[in-house]
T-cell receptor, first 112, second 114 residues
Framework: GENVEQHPSTLSVQEGDSAVIKCTYSDSASNYFPWYKQELGKRPQLIIDIRSNVGEKKDQRIAVTLNKTAKHFSLHITETQPEDSAVYFC???????????FGAGTTVTVRA | ETGVTQTPRHLVMGMTNKKSLKCEQHLGHNAMYWYKQSAKKPLELMFVYSLEERVENNSVPSRFSPECPNSSHLFLHLHTLQPEDSALYLCASAWLTSGSYEQFFGPGTRLTVL
């Protein structure tokens, strides 16, 4: 099955700085890559996703990039704010499947 | 409450107890999922019910038994659990045939096995 690795496991950034989280996947048949944000004590929620026919996608302060050749994708958060503090999970889905394989998560702390 | 709901939110049980977790989705979705979330580990998919087909992770012990009586309700029956089964159990749903693969999660049940 698909194996997704996520780094770093923890990330502390100064408010206003950028944060980058990287994920790699193993199955070249994967074609959908979502990112979920889970605030403390709350449920995971989708914040952005990208499909394999696109190299980059932006939504305000967040962006995701995909390198199919290297089989890795990254989440970029610019101008970080305290409300960005959360656990972020990447995931991958194979084209012939409806299951998501998740990374282990990155705990992001934004220091005021 | 709209979206995906789960009950109970917290559960403490002994190893000899039998209990059930309930999930209900109010989104008209056609797939439902059970995940186990343990600290510092990836979300672990336990079971999927999709378009009347059940798919399970073969590594899930038989002391966990799912039930999906209809497309809106999902249960996880628990019996003779072990302390290492303590975790947050998340339910999710999705509408698979829309071209969107977004999964909507419930708030989870925090399970403690004594």
């Amino acid at each position: 099955g698909e194996n997704v690795e996520q780094h770093p496991s923890t990330l502390s950034v100064q408010e206003g700085d950028s944060a980058v989280i990287k994920c790699t996947y193993s199955d070249s048949a994967s074609n959908y890559f979502p990112w979920y944000k889970q605030e403390l004590g709350k449920r995971p929620q989708l914040i952005i996703d990208i499909r394999s026919n696109v190299g980059e996608k932006k939504d305000q302060r967040i962006a995701v990039t995909l390198n199919k050749t290297a089989k890795h994708f990254s989440l970029h958060i610019t101008e970080t704010q305290p409300e960005d503090s959360a656990v972020y999970f990447c995931a991958a889905k194979r084209s012939n499947d409806y299951k998501l394989s998740f990374g282990a998560g990155t705990t992001v702390t934004v220091r005021a | 409450e709209t979206g995906v709901t789960q009950t109970p939110r917290h559960l403490v049980m002994g190893m000899t107890n039998k209990k059930s977790l309930k999930c209900e989705q109010h989104l008209g979705h056609n797939a439902m999922y059970w995940y186990k979330q343990s600290a510092k580990k990836p979300l672990e998919l336990m079971f999927v019910y999709s378009l009347e087909e059940r798919v399970e992770n073969n590594s899930v012990p038989s002391r966990f038994s799912p039930e999906c009586p209809n497309s809106s309700h999902l249960f996880l029956h628990l019996h003779t659990l072990q302390p290492e089964d303590s975790a947050l159990y998340l339910c999710a749903s999705a509408w698979l045939t829309s071209g969107s693969y977004e999964q909507f999660f419930g708030p989870g049940t925090r399970l403690t096995v004594l």
